[in-house]
């Protein structure tokens, strides 16, 4: 055995790579997850056209491919799903004799389970060191309690596992016994490479191999004269030299400055270096991203040599930055390759089949029926279903509604279309008891709902895009997935589960599959994480989101074992390797690799802020990098924007609106000059010619238009489609009291209504409204439900108070929801009126409003608030009387009132006006509110109203689209939608608030008997 030693880098992997190349059989072993890396790696670096001779592999993958496709029947091999399930069996089976672990369905304990005891396996540590463990415990002690558990699971496992499949002992007496026989290692050279350690069942592994091979070969870095980086491959040395003997061959490479930067790093006291690094501060991870995507362009630019393939990216948090960095460059166009292995829960089938259970088993509820269809339509439908899903979501379409004809005939045919075949495979977990039943009902749906049609369909389309990635791994994922159901059945077939169980189980068992693809050779940049992937040679490494926490990472004492029961397990002499020291070791000598493989330059990256707003502090080794090489850290994109032209037009716009006077590249002076007049002037000429159509009007859209003249503009010019979620809370729930109040009191006022019967009364209103179409979907949830009862008792209540109020007044009810209709000079007003009480030739206007909005005089006097003053204006000029006044009633419910002042609450709030006699006899407290205007003042004020109102009708038909939000107690933009189409930005150049004068009562009559009479 001949082990090669000397510091990983781009010169030993060249030397090993031709020693393997040199003609003649060889086997290439390396970790698992370093195989198909490593392959390319050496075609690339060796540029041949394939790999003939030598072949890569891993051990697990000899002693499997010895034990499940040689020896074992292919029923009695079992894999990660298996192990899983085996592992709830005994549990299930042991219940009454476990302490701690007894009922446990915590996410992600059996995962932890089999990693613990997988690794205690591996490292040849058996149960019985729980033994020695618990002997250090007190029997009442929860520490013990949890080790006597875990001593018996393992227990139980190893008897499972060596009676009914074939384990990890087995495999490697097999290995040892016949693994020569077969050919699954070269007989004349064997190189193991990429390892840093070898746990037990690797060593004996090893030694067998050793035995049958003319020569094996270690690649292991190591170097003797720096033992804080190499503990960990110091020991595995060692090791390998006393139990083979074997001969050490040390291959020198020329340092560079960033290998001894990269030493610095992780060094107790540094020596200043010059190196190549930079470092790049943040405000948040896009645009860290983004200065790495256009770092990159710039360096493609200046630099005609340096290709994608001569780039890596290494990201520490692989799962939080992958998704910016591969929009970020996909918007750049760079081709980014992520060398890890991609979790199969994530991947849109898998998705849909997930959902397509839980529409089974909680009855078609639509989140999970549009999960569904997303995943499983293909592209060509996405048009229809977004349609399809606004209409549902509109119409409230829930649960069994899914099942029922919809009344749009479009609709309804997509419905068929798109839920046909869900509803026909409803009987695939009928009548199933067992997992091994459930399992094949699940295959046969996901025959009939043709997925593998779809999946070849996909796969074409990949295809023809060239998404070469994509296409490899929805292949992979529907073989994991057709995998996961046999292992399923084969270890658990026999149990008897309900269907919500076994989807339970089905979700555990394919959580932490994943699949992983052979990294392409050239015109790709490698993302890579620090711990999983294989470190390469390359020119240019950015090293992004160094964060405290995340480098060094933090190894918090959560597992099943903790910190010190591990070291214990250490000290009692097993060759155990789980410990935090080990892992820390492991991890230096990781980034230590992976930052002395680089050629030209290292860029440090680190962002402010996370996704979810948090503050990051940098990690020690961005101060560290900062000190020992006296690299400046370098902020803001001015540098780089210009490298693409999307991010040099959003530079220049943030530029000009903060007013910062600096040249901006890439822009001319026009493009420059319209970017600065569409932010200093953000009024547009409308798109839509106003003139000479008559305005409909009704006093909400002049209210609209005066809150906010923009906001008028889309409302009803551009009309955006609002995506209506049908849900009670949202629901105008005014409407159905509009509707009780109105009914009720014109029964009341027809004397079909009696005082005593107002409950009676407003249940049978309310069941016959839930019988009409559009309220019928309020009875189908319980919240939909609570909301009605507590509508009828609001009702109930309201009405009672209405019928105090009507009692004692002499003026009548006579109009309800009254249609008032006015036309002006290019100006037609529509609108209703809730309720018309009239005595003699006086009348009274009231609103019910089931906000919270009260009469303000401030409001009408602005022309902010205009319905009741018009709509009395108009109903004068129909019937020739006058207004003795203007009211809202607010509807309130009782119960959540009660502690206030209820008589005061309940008043009308408005202004009374002229003779009010007979308005309320003096008995009891007032309904009505204090304030008592002059006929002629109201004159006044109507009259204001009225001109206002004209005055925003020229306006409108004037085309005055400005985007001026009103200002008074509160922004107009507040009660809004429209804010994401009008980019109001107060702190922008050009726009502004109006800002709404307050003005007390007194002022106000001052002002209108000032103004002058028309
Ligand atoms: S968000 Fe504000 S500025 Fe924009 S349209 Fe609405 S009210 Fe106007």
């Known amino acids: 055995m001949r082990i090669y030693i000397g510091p990983d880098s781009a010169t030993k992997r060249q030397f090993i790579f031709e020693q393997m190349n040199r003609g003649g059989e060889v086997t290439v072993i390396t970790p698992e997850q370093s195989t198909l890396a490593y392959e390319s790696q050496m075609i690339r670096m060796l540029d041949l056209p394939g790999m003939i001779d030598v072949q890569v592999t891993s051990l697990s993958h000899i002693r499997n491919t010895l034990s499940r496709d040689i020896f074992t029947p292919e029923q009695e091999a079992i894999g990660e799903i298996g192990k899983k399930m085996l592992y709830r069996d005994i549990l299930d089976e042991l219940g009454p004799r476990l302490r701690i672990f007894r009922n446990i369905d915590q996410p992600g304990f059996y995962e932890e389970l089999e990693a613990t005891i997988d690794r205690l396996m591996r490292d040849g540590v058996g149960s019985e060191v729980f033994s020695e463990l618990l002997e250090e415990q007190s029997p009442d002690s929860l520490v013990y309690q949890k080790l006597a558990d875990l001593q018996l699971i393992y227990q139980r496992f190893d008897e499972r596992m060596t009676g009914e499949y074939f384990d990890l002992e087995q495999s490697l007496a097999l290995f040892e016994r016949e693994g020569h026989r077969f050919r699954l290692f070269s007989p004349e050279e064997v190189w193991l490479v990429d390892f840093k350690h070898f746990d037990d069942a690797s060593l004996r592994m090893l030694r067998k191999i050793s035995a049958h091979t003319k020569r094996v070969c270690i ?38 400055s960033i290998r001894r930067l990269a030493e610095g790093l992780v060094a107790l006291d540094p020596s200043p270096i010059e190196a190549p690094l930079r470092v790049f501060a943040a405000e948040d991870v896009y645009e860290e991203v983004e200065f790495i995507g256009l770092d990159i362009l710039q360096k493609l630019r200046l630099d005609e040599t340096l290709r994608l393939e001569d780039i890596r990216l290494i990201a520490a948090d692989l799962e939080s930055y992958e998704f910016t960095i591969k929009s970020v460059f996909s918007q750049l166009g760079l081709p980014v390759f992520s060398d890890d292995r991609k979790s199969i829960v994530r991947n849109r089938i898998i998705k849909s089949i997930l959902a397509l259970m839980n529409i089974y088993l909680a009855g078609y509820r639509r989140e999970d029926v549009i999960s569904f269809l997303k995943g499983y339509l293909s592209e060509s439908d996405w048009d229809d279903l977004d349609r399809w899903e606004n209409y549902v979501i509109e119409r409230g379409i829930n649960f069994k509604r899914f099942r029922e004809p919809m009344a749009d005939e479009a609709m309804e045919a997509l419905r068929q279309r798109f839920l046909g075949p869900v509803l026909s495979g409803e009987s695939f977990y009928k009548q199933r008891r067992t997992i091994g039943a459930f399992c094949d009902g699940l295959r046969e749906l996901l025959i009939l709902l043709q997925y593998p049609e779809r999946i070849e369909q996909t796969v074409k389309i990949y295809e023809e ?17 057709i995998d996961a159901l046999s292992q399923l059945k084969k270890v658990a077939g026999h149990k008897e589960v309900s269907f919500r169980q076994y989807k339970r189980l089905f979700d555990s068992a394919i959580k932490d599959l994943n699949v992983g693809i052979i990294p392409p050779v050239e015109g790709r940049i490698t993302l890579a994480t620090l711990h999983r992937s294989t470190h390469a040679p390359c020119r240019v490494l950015y090293f992004c989101g160094m964060a405290e926490g995340v480098v060094p990472r933090d190894y918090l004492d959560t597992g099943l074992l903790k910190h010190k029961e591990k070291y214990r397990i250490k000290e009692f002499g097993y060759r155990y390797f789980d410990t935090p020291e080990f892992n820390e070791n492991l991890d230096v000598l990781d980034q230590f690799i992976a930052l002395s493989m680089v050629e030209d330059e290292l860029i440090f990256t680190y962002a402010g802020g996370n996704y979810t707003s948090e503050t990051m502090t940098p990690s020690l080794y961005i101060n560290r990098g900062l000190g020992i090489s006296g690299a400046e850290v370098e902020r803001g994109l001015q540098r780089h924007y210009q490298e693409h032209p999307d991010t040099a037009f959003r530079y220049a716009v943030e530029a000009i609106r903060e007013g910062r006077r600096e040249l901006i ?321 107060r702190l922008r150049q050009g726009f502004s608030e109006e800002m709404i004068e307050k003005l007390k009562k007194d002022d106000i009559y001052e002002r209108l008997m000032e103004e002058e009479t028309e």
């Open 219 to 256: 690649a292991l870095a190591y170097e003797a004269d720096k033992p804080w980086i190499y503990q960990v491959t110091s020991d595995t040395l060692g090791l390998l030299v006393d139990t083979f003997s074997a001969e050490v061959i040390e291959i020198k490479t020329d340092d560079t």
């Open 465 to 481: 895009r060239g998404e070469t990635e994509e296409m490899l791994i929805i292949t992979q994922v529907w073989n994991s997935l």
């Open 665 to 985: 590249h890439q822009l001319s002076d026009h493009e420059l000059h319209l970017i600065e007049q569409a932010l200093i002037n953000p009024v547009i000429t409308p798109p839509v010619d106003r003139r000479g159509k008559k305005v409909s009007a009704s006093a909400s859209r002049l209210e609209r238009f005066r809150r906010c003249p923009y906001s008028y503009f889309v409302r009803y010019d551009l009309k955006p489609v609002i995506r209506r979620e049908f849900r009670v809370e949202a629901f105008d729930i005014g409407d159905l009291y509009h509707l009780l109040i109105q009914q009720a009191l014109e029964a009341y006022h027809e004397k079909r209504l009696m005082r005593q019967s107002i409950p009676a009364f407003i249940d049978r209103l309310m069941d016959t409204v839930l019988s009409m179409e559009q309220y019928e979907r309020f009875s189908h949830t319980a919240a939909s439900r609570y909301f009605i009862e507590r509508a009828k008792r609001v009702a109930t209540f309201v009405i009672g108070v209405l019928i105090d109020q009507i009692e004692r007044s002499e003026f009548v009810p006579t109009y309800f929801e009254k249609t008032i209709q006015v036309g002006l000079d290019k100006f037609d007003l529509r609108g209703k009126i809730d309720r018309i009480d009239v005595k003699d030739n006086r009348f009274t206007v009231i609103d019910y409003k089931t906000g919270s909005k009260t009469f303000d005089l401030n409001s009408i006097y602005q022309g902010i608030d205009l319905q009741l003053t018009l709509y009395a204006d108009a109903f004068k000029a129909e019937q020739a009387m006058e207004p003795a006044g203007l009211f809202y009633f607010n509807i309130k419910d009782p119960i959540l009132d009660e502690a206030k002042d209820r008589d005061k609450e309940l008043r009308l709030s408005g202004i009374k006006a002229g003779d009010i006699s007979g308005l309320e006899t003096t008995e009891g407290p007032s309904f009505y509110p204090s304030e008592h205007i002059s006929d002629e003042m109201m004159e006044k004020l109507t009259k204001r109203v009225r001109r206002l109102s004209q005055s925003y009708v020229d306006r409108i038909e004037a085309g005055d689209i400005a985007i001026r939000p009103i200002r008074m107690n509160y922004l107009a933009c507040d009660y809004c939608d429209f804010g994401a189409i009008c980019r109001f930005d």
